[in-house]
């Protein structure tokens, strides 16, 4: 694919000088291209409504977390570039000392795309929202198990006393979900992980689903009938309460994310540098 509009997002916690901004913006433009950077609210927050429809690439500086971000936001298949400006990451590929490089091996043509599954949860109340990432329910409030109810295909799965569940990408599973406990996959693959949060019940391990099956999770009952409240995220933001009673439905969504990739070095690879500490 030939690329000629580029849309720039910078996390401008970590550009705070934006000397990498401006230095992408002239290789782009030095080089014919169209470049648009991202507007943002008082808040710093990305306008939405502000990204141009006629893109061919996202460059997204920062680190995994402003990628995931924008993968939310674009909700349209167009390959993202994350210019990591963090720690080690698994999502964002071009380091700062290769820029050029990197922006002359994209205009070049010499690059590869990975294409990542994302979640979609869905309310009684019709409104939905999307992951790269997982989807959190957590306890609300005090410091007491929650008890959570797992349909899967219209069947009860597993009921949990838990302080939370994640439900996991293949992408996400190097996030909260390790940290929980579940297993690492690999992020191209194509299933869905659930993983209970504290569980209090011995041998409660992760699920591993299907990509195409039908989640629903129903918050329970609290002790002596008690009504509970949880907070359901979607990749650590958007929270909204549930409450006994009400449910969401979780399934795979019809957006994905593309990523683009510029290296041979690969998810294992990265995943051992990180394992070692590097």
Do not use: W
């Not at 210019?83 to 070049?108: D, H, K, P, S």
């Not at 009952?221 to 969401?248: A, K, M, P, W």
């Amino acid at each position: 694919m030939n690329m000629e509009r580029f849309f720039v997002v910078t996390n401008d916690g970590k550009d705070k000088d934006g000397q990498i901004t401006k230095k992408i913006k002239e290789l782009l433009e030095s080089r014919g291209k169209r470049c648009v950077l991202c507007k943002k609210d008082e808040q710093k927050n990305i306008v939405a409504e502000s990204i141009p429809d006629d893109i061919d690439c996202a460059v997204v500086i920062g680190g995994d977390g402003s990628l995931i971000e924008v993968a939310r936001l674009l909700r349209r298949r167009i390959p993202l570039l994350g210019v990591n400006m963090g720690t080690l990451g698994y999502l964002a590929e071009v380091e700062v000392e290769r820029l050029t490089e990197a922006f002359e091996q994209i205009l070049a043509g010499k690059y590869m795309t990975e294409d990542r599954m994302m979640l979609e949860g869905d309310f009684t109340d019709g409104t939905k929202d999307v992951a790269l990432n997982d989807i959190v329910l957590s306890r609300k409030g005090a410091l007491r198990i929650i008890h959570f109810n797992l349909y899967v295909n219209g069947a009860l799965l597993n009921s949990y006393e838990a302080d939370g569940i994640i439900l996991s990408t293949p992408t996400g599973s190097t996030a909260y979900n390790l940290s929980a406990g579940g297993p690492i996959v690999e992020p191209t693959a194509e299933m869905i992980v659930v993983t209970p949060i504290c569980s209090h019940a011995l041998n409660t391990s992760s699920i591993v689903l299907s990509a195409d099956d039908e989640i629903r999770i129903e918050i329970g009952e609290g002790r002596h009938g008690r009504s509970e409240e949880v907070y359901i995220s979607f990749d650590g933001t958007n929270n909204r309460e549930l409450r006994t009673g009400q449910t969401v439905s979780i399934r795979r969504s019809e957006m994905s994310t593309t990523l683009m990739k510029l290296s041979e070095i690969s998810f294992l690879e990265i995943l051992s540098r990180k394992m070692k500490g590097k």
